[in-house]
Structures are given as structure tokens and as C-alpha cells.
């Protein structure tokens, strides 16, 4: 099977804004059975973002910290191109609950017409990290909410301080 291959290289695409304790259960649970898991940082203009792609991406770092077979890039362009260029043959995404299932099967079939070689993976999530969400993480943080629990420790400290630099702006 191509896609549990020891000598396979998988990308984990995303925005990331920022990542959640949801995202890292994924890629430490499905990392070792890869060559390498590329955590694809999506550089998406379309997008309004928090934190921009570099600040998001060295947060992955942080709370990825030991992973030895995880590596971080940002990209922004289509995932699948970002696969071919660095031989990826799996992508992986994450499924929290019924309301991801459309969005992510448009995806994986989308993905799969550009390019028919790349398989798509997805992994659910665990009953804990099914309610989180980037998005949502935010909004608690924003309002004065913890987030302990929900997001790594850096993470939860950039939190802080962007809420704090973003208050101070108002
Ligand atoms: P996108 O903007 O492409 O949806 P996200 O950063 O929100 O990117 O999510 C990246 C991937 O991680 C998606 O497949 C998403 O379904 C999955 N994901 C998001 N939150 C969680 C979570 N709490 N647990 C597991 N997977 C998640």
C-alpha cells in the first residue's frame, strides 16, 4: 500500500493560524509511518490571518520540537504541486465531525484530478480535539479565554501577546 510506505513522504497542508493541540495529535500520530510528514504552511492571500506565514510555521517548530522526522515549509501555490516538487505521495488532512466531510471530500477529489498519483488520507481526529479549531482558539483567546489544554504552549504565548498588540491598536 503507497500510502503506509516507510519510504513515502507525506505533506500536511494547512493554514495553521495557529496550530492547535488537534493538529499535533495528527502529525505525531501518523509521522512514523512516513520517510518524512512536511507540514505545509498555506501562504493564501484569500485568507485573512492572525499570524503571518512565517510566525506560523516557527510556532509549529516550537511545539514540534523531537518530531525528527517532521520538517515545516510554507508554501503558496497548490498543495499538489508542492507534493510533486518534493516526491510526496500522500497527502494527509484531518476530520473533526460530519461539518468537515463535504469541504474535505471536494478537496481530496479536486486534488485528485490534478494530480491522479498523489493519494489523499484522512485521519480523524480524537474525540477531545473534535470541537477545536483554529478559528475558535482565536475567538477564546481574543475575548480573554484560556486555551490551555487546547493549543501548545508557544502558541497559547503568541496568543497572548498578539491579542494584547491587537487590543492596543483598537
Ligand atoms: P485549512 O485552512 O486548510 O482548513 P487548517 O489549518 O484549519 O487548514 O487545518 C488543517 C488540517 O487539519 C485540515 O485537514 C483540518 O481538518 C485539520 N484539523 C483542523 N483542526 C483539527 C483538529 N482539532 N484535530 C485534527 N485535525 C484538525
Redesign the pocket.
Known sequence: MAYLQKQAIAV??????P?????V??IKRLADFYKELVVVV?N?PA?SQLFTPTERAALIEKSLAGNKNVRVEVFDGLTVDYARKIGASII?????AVA?FE??FA?ANMNRKLAPEIETM??F??PE???????TVKEVAFFGGSVEGLVPAPVAEALTSKVKAAKENI
Open positions: 500536511y497542508p494547512g493554514s495553521f493560524d496550530i492547535t493541540l488537534g493538529h495529535d495528527i498555506a493564501s485568507k494527509i488532512r484531518g476530520l473533526r468537515d469541504y474535505e478537496m484522512i485521519v481526529t480524537r480535539y473534535s470541537f477545536v479549531s483554529s478559528r
